[in-house]
C-alpha cells in the first residue's frame, strides 16, 4: 500500500472510561500480506479534588479526624503523607488495597503559647 510519501496511517480512537482505573486492550489489524498487534493500556486517574478540613475543639485540646482513601483502582496503592503547619500529626505512609477503603487519622494537637 502506498500512502503519498508518508508511512503514517491515523486511526483514531474512543475512549470514554466511567471510573478510574487501569484500562488494557488489544488492537488486531490483518491483511493478506501482514499481521499488526498494538496493544494499548490506559490510565484513568480520578478527578483532582480540593478538600478542606475544619477543626473545631476547646481551646488546647486534641482531635483527630479520620479521612477515607478509597482504592477503586486495579492496583494496591501506597500514600506518603507530607504534613505542614504546627500542630498537626498522622502516619507518614498508608496502603489502600484494591477496592478497600482505609482511614488516615489526622490529628490535630494545638501547642500551648507561653
Not at 482504592?71 to 500514600?79: G, H, I, K, V
Request: charged share 20%; hydrophobic share 40%; aromatic share 12%.
Amino acid at each position: 500500500v502506498f500512502l503519498g510519501g508518508s508511512d503514517a496511517v491515523e486511526f483514531p480512537i474512543k475512549f470514554t472510561p466511567k471510573k478510574p482505573g487501569c484500562y488494557n486492550c488489544q488492537i488486531i489489524l490483518k491483511s493478506s500480506y501482514d499481521i499488526r498487534v498494538y496493544e494499548i493500556e490506559c490510565v484513568v486517574n480520578a478527578d483532582q479534588a480540593d478538600a478542606q478540613l475544619e477543626f473545631l475543639i476547646p481551646a488546647y485540646q486534641t482531635v483527630t479526624q479520620e479521612i477515607p482513601i478509597s482504592n477503586l483502582s486495579s492496583e494496591d496503592w501506597r500514600f506518603e503523607a507530607i504534613l505542614e503547619g504546627q500542630g498537626f500529626h498522622g502516619p507518614p505512609a498508608i496502603n489502600v488495597p484494591v477496592g478497600g477503603t482505609v482511614p488516615y487519622p489526622l490529628t490535630f494537637k494545638p501547642i500551648a503559647e507561653n
